[in-house]
């Protein structure tokens, strides 16, 4: 059974950070890019950050510079470290890996920054 399940989010002021984490099982993860979104309430899933199979990166102009995505194949396991957070960043974050014309997505994880 494919199962991802994100962690990590939480309330932070801004120019703080946090690190989502995603656990993945049931696939071969290392050869699925591994990729997070964010939602607004009402709006559609943004991609903000992917890692390749190949470990190539990409990000969106609104989080580069301030985001890293990584991942570990020996854990099965994406992470995206969230520095000098803004309040434009809260939002539900997902992970999702694609691969071999396949989607898999977690569930979410809420990232609030306020003062």
């Known amino acids: 059974q494919v199962q991802l399940v994100e962690s990590g989010g939480g309330s932070v002021q801004p120019g703080g950070s946090l690190r989502l984490s995603c656990g993945a099982s049931g696939f071969n993860f290392e050869y699925y890019a591994m990729s997070w979104y964010r939602q607004y309430p009402g709006q559609e899933r943004e991609l903000i950050a992917t890692?390749?199979?190949?470990?190539?990166?990409e990000y969106a102009d609104s989080v580069k510079g301030r985001f890293t995505i990584s991942r570990d194949n020996d854990k099965n396991a994406a992470f995206l470290q969230m520095d000098n957070l803004k309040s434009e960043d809260t939002a539900v974050y997902f992970c999702?890996?694609?691969?071999?014309?396949?989607?898999?997505w977690g569930q979410g994880t809420q990232v609030i920054v306020s003062s």
């Open positions: 890692v390749s199979a190949t470990w190539h990166t």
């Open positions: 999702k890996a694609g691969g071999s014309g396949v989607n898999y």
